[in-house]
């Protein structure tokens, strides 16, 4: 089951103070770091790695894997990195994941990708209480798609999501949402076995 993975870090993070998320420390090391050693214990690993990013490309670049600045102006959202991930990687299933997702079930890749193998277009994760959208695998072949809902003005990762064949995949372990300070706090405060 070979797949490409697409980290994305290239918002604004305007709840995170307009700060670069991706490189926000955590026990010594930025979120990256601790994404790239989530996707590294997945089961199985990507193939490969891309980073989707706007700001400190060199310091996303020094991590060894390519990276993908938005193609599309003003930071449209985490569609416009998706897209830059689907043009680089054009036949590769896609597992995107944001680059926060520092705490992952070994499992998350293979249950997502076994869920696009009836012929759905997309499956999520969700947890006891969030659905992730943004945790997301997508079968080869949507970069024409993507590209037509951004072109008619849509924005929306759920509402893109509403025009496919997609799956949500329930999962029984809280997966991460570090969108604010206090969320990062909270987690820092829990401890490094906060991460198991």
Not at 3 to 12: H, N, P
Not at 27 to 50: K, M, N, Y
Not at 178 to 188: H, Y
Request: aromatic share 4%.
């Amino acid at each position: 089951m070979s797949y490409s993975a697409l980290i994305l870090a290239g918002g604004r993070a305007t709840r995170m103070g307009g700060q670069d998320k991706g490189l926000l420390e955590l026990f010594g090391q930025p979120l990256i770091a601790h994404t790239l050693a989530a996707l590294a214990a997945q089961t199985p690993p990507p193939a490969r790695i891309l980073i989707s990013a706007n700001r400190h490309l060199d310091i996303y670049r020094a991590f060894g894997h390519p990276v993908l600045p938005d193609t599309l102006p003003d930071y449209p959202g985490p569609l416009a990195g998706l897209l830059a991930g689907l043009a680089a990687a054009p036949h590769d299933t896609l597992l995107m994941l944001p680059c926060d997702a520092v705490r992952l079930p070994a499992e998350l890749a293979s249950r997502l990708l076994a869920a696009l193998e009836g012929g759905l277009a997309a499956a999520s994760a969700s947890d006891p209480e969030h659905w992730h959208p943004t945790l997301l695998a997508l079968r080869p072949g949507l970069q024409g798609a993507l590209e037509a809902y951004l072109a008619g003005g849509g924005r929306s990762i759920r509402g893109w999501l509403a025009t496919l064949e997609h799956r949500i995949v329930p999962f029984d372990q809280a997966l991460p949402n570090l969108n604010t300070p206090d969320a990062l706090a909270a987690l820092a405060a829990a401890g490094p076995a906060g991460l198991a």
